[in-house]
């Protein structure tokens, strides 16, 4: 198709672990001749099998066969964990390294922003590095001059100009350093993990910028972060990494679920026998669980999703007077709540238990869950601690805002706003 930018097909790529040449001078040129010169394939590159063990803990498949296609215009987001492949991928396409399988095909001028103040010097002024990094990036001279006025002003560094960039902050620094890479303008604009530094109000501006580029100007972002919400809101398609393998591709907002759902498969219920449940001769935990209200099995959790925590216990003591709390805690112990039913009397044998969490309360992050038994409201049989670990990812709509969202907690209360009368603010004003 006429408006496919970039295709690849096959794409796979394996480094050997450890070792650098062969370690001996003639191997190497023989090595250099029969690939260089006769084009013949590698006499010291075993090939791999996959049932062989030892040949595979010599070499790693940083990719292997990724297959896709990005259309002119398109802002394609790539997702994973560290490992997973993708700076590799993008080394790929920027043509930094060559793929040891596969082919790439691609039409149009490639930028690649790996790393933020590439052709920095700490030495020279600012002023001096734009000229310097923008034409390591690409650009001629009267292009960093015509642009020259727009970099200074998205920086935000007017000031500080002309003094040397070893004296800037670091804030400063990747923010001088980004201004120049955003004002380029190739047909092909690849960028690496750029919102993992610099402040909320900067990486909105990044965001920004990007967003332009691709929506008014058509041109094709590849963006790598590990800022889903982004991805989510600047990106059209998205590809999914693995071990270096695709394992999703297609609208960002699915894959991007997908990607979430897969990586909360974690141990949210805790089921125990009556001898190996944890506890003590007063009281054993049979049951601890943990169940997401969520609309499909592959959502994530994340703030808008109600919980609701199940438990079960053998209470070994007859007609006790029995509180259940339920604790929540952030992973760095700090406590979100407390809570606990009103004390009432019990007798020996099996009681179940839950709690109902709405949505809209909890704000993102990683949090854990201990219930303790108390008798008489002063007396605690049993604490079972850290049990329960879970994750709440963030959700924002038509929300233009990716910093950190402050508290603990986020519930929807109600604020109210009123235009005061406009003769009143003529007598404010004077």
């Not at 044998?349 to 869950?369: K, M, Q, R, T, V």
């Not at 709509?397 to 406009?422: A, C, H």
């Amino acid at each position: 198709m006429s408006d496919i930018v970039i295709e690849a097909r096959n794409i796979s790529k394996l480094y050997r672990l450890g070792t650098i040449g062969s370690g001996s001078l003639r191997k190497d040129l023989q090595k250099w001749v029969q690939k260089s010169i006769l084009k013949k394939e590698d006499p010291y590159f075993k090939t791999i099998n996959e049932s062989d063990k030892v040949v595979n803990k010599e070499y790693l498949w940083a990719l292997k066969n990724v297959d896709f296609e990005i259309k002119e215009g398109e802002a394609c987001g790539i997702i994973g964990r560290n490992g997973a492949g993708k700076s590799t991928f993008l080394k790929i396409l920027s043509r930094i390294v060559k793929p040891t399988t596969g082919t790439v095909k691609g039409k149009g001028k490639v930028s690649s922003l790996l790393e933020v103040g590439t052709g920095f010097h700490q030495e020279l002024t600012g002023r001096e590095n734009i000229f310097i990094s923008g034409h390591m990036l690409g650009m001629t001279r009267s292009e960093i001059r015509a642009r020259f006025d727009e970099i200074v002003q998205f920086s935000g560094v007017e000031n500080f100009l002309d003094t040397p960039v070893k004296r800037y902050s670091s804030g400063m620094y990747v923010r001088l350093a980004f201004a120049v890479a955003a004002h380029l303008e190739p047909d092909i604009l690849i960028v690496d993990e750029v919102l993992a530094v610099g402040d909320a109000e900067f990486q909105k501006k990044c965001l920004g910028k990007m967003k332009d580029a691709s929506s008014k100007k058509g041109r094709t972002i590849i963006f790598v972060s590990h800022n889903l919400q982004a991805i989510s809101n600047l990106c059209s398609n998205a590809i999914w990494l693995d071990k270096g393998q695709v394992i999703s591709k297609g609208e960002a907002k699915t894959v991007v679920n997908h990607y979430l759902g897969a990586a909360q498969k974690k141990s949210w219920k805790q089921e125990f026998s009556i001898k190996e449940a944890p506890g003590n001769h007063l009281i054993k935990v049979l049951l601890f669980e943990l169940v997401p209200q969520l609309s499909s099995p592959l959502s994530p959790v994340d703030i808008r999703t109600p919980l609701v925590v199940k438990f079960r216990f053998y209470n070994n003591t007859d007609d006790i007077i029995l509180a259940v709390g339920l604790h929540l805690f952030t992973l760095a112990d700090e406590c979100i709540f407390d809570v606990s039913h009103t004390p009432g009397t019990f007798k020996q044998g099996i009681i179940e238990g839950e709690c109902h969490i709405p949505g809209n309360f909890l704000n993102d992050g990683s949090y854990y869950f201990s219930l303790i038994f108390v008798k008489d409201s002063s007396e605690v049989l049993y604490y079972y601690e850290e049990s329960l670990y879970f994750e709440v990812e963030d959700y924002r709509e038509n929300i233009n805002w990716y910093g950190k969202w402050m508290g603990y907690v986020r519930p929807q209360f109600p604020i109210t706003l009123s235009q005061v009368d406009s003769h009143l603010n003529r007598k404010f004003l004077t």
